[in-house]
């Protein structure tokens, strides 16, 4: 069984693969549509925030750009 925070950590390896090549989209648009600094953004993606907040944005993110595997 894979643990929550290995599936957390492809995650945010999803949203920065999408955010790279996405010419459209940036950490600092990602992080205003969530209301939230990009610093904070930054330390989520990075890892340095594990709470269950954290865990709700990366989830909204992969929700929102429909980044989850079929």
């Given at each position: 069984m894979?643990?929550?925070?290995?599936?957390?950590?492809?995650?945010?390896?999803?949203?920065k693969?999408y955010?790279?090549?996405n010419?459209?989209?940036?950490?600092t648009?990602?992080?205003?549509?969530l209301?939230?600094?990009k610093?904070?953004?930054?330390?989520?993606?990075?890892g340095d925030?594990?709470?269950a907040?954290a865990?709700?944005y990366?989830?909204?993110?992969?929700?929102?750009?429909?980044?989850?595997?079929?």
């Amino acid at each position: 069984m894979t643990e929550i925070s290995e599936i957390t950590s492809k995650d945010r390896e999803k949203i920065k693969q999408y955010v790279e090549n996405n010419k459209f989209l940036t950490h600092t648009m990602l992080a205003k549509r969530l209301g939230i600094s990009k610093a904070k953004w930054s330390r989520i993606l990075n890892g340095d925030i594990i709470s269950a907040e954290a865990n709700q944005y990366i989830d909204m993110v992969i929700t929102m750009y429909e980044l989850q595997e079929v």
